[in-house]
């Protein structure tokens, strides 16, 4: 078993897909083990995409971030980084396959709908910045 951390962005949750996305989720067999919807602040968007803080995009993308509310998540299941990675689609939304997440909730580059931790260490950090131990426990 293997948990990640998903965003639904809030350029989904302001279209009313967060119900289509969490359903998907479900349907694909992954868990949510946690759920929470906030509007981050700058300086929450900030930390939490730091890894980006010298790309060109990282003004735009803390901007979009803070848009509106979004919906945190942790989910689990067998190899759940990579499966979560998969039904979300590539980054660039308009580029996405129709039967991914952000084929079908995306607009662009920026605006994709959802976020997916890229790795082991990644996932642990970010639900780490999202989750506290007693949300997390037993489940
Ligand atoms: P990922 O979310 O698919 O892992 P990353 O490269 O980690 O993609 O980028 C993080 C987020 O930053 C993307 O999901 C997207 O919202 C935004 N982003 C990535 N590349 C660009 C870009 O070239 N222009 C504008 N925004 C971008």
Known sequence: M???FAVIKPDAVAAGHQGNIIAA????GLK???LKTLHLTE???KGF????????????LVKF???GPIVAMVLEGENGIKRWRDLMGPTNA??????????RFGTNIERNA????DAVETAAFEIGYFFNGLELAGL
Not at 114 to 117: D, N, R
Request: aromatic share 8%; no cysteine.
């Open 2 to 4: 293997q948990r990640t």
């Open 25 to 28: 989720i479900q349907e694909s």
């Open 32 to 34: 949510v083990v946690a």
């Open 43 to 45: 300086a929450q968007a």
């Open 49 to 60: 995409y730091h890894v980006h803080a010298e790309r060109p995009f990282f003004g735009d």
């Open 65 to 67: 971030m803070t848009e």
């Open 94 to 103: 308009a580029e996405a396959p129709a039967d991914t997440l952000r084929g």
């Open 114 to 117: 959802t976020h997916g931790s």
